[in-house]
């Protein structure tokens, strides 16, 4: 069907490294939690670090989640973290009702 599956809010709840062994997925958003204090927590930044190895390692792509500025952009570029999404890049936007 095209459909591809992204394990949302990793890092936190539920999300577990096993989730990253067991299924079959497409990729990985990381918890905003840990990526809005990425340059104010070291603990934050070594969480969002580790996923990022193991992912890469594994060959799945990555989200970050919560990149509201320039600082925490930047950041998650220097970890080499495929996406990003944020108010830092745009908005949401309402997108038209889907006809069937």
């Known amino acids: 069907m095209g459909a591809r599956v992204y394990l949302d809010d990793f890092g936190s709840g539920l999300s577990s490294f096993e989730y990253l062994k067991g299924l079959n997925i497409d990729g ?38 919560y990149v509201e500025n320039a600082d ?14 944020g108010f830092y890049h745009s908005e949401p936007e309402e997108i038209a009702p889907m006809r069937i």
């Open 28 to 65: 990985v958003k990381i918890d905003g939690q840990f990526v809005t204090n990425i340059n104010k927590n070291a603990l934050d930044h070594e969480i969002v670090e580790s996923i990022v190895r193991i992912c890469k390692t594994l060959g799945i792509p990555i989200i970050a989640e």
């Open 72 to 85: 925490i952009a930047d950041a998650i570029a220097k970890l080499n973290i495929e996406y990003q999404q």
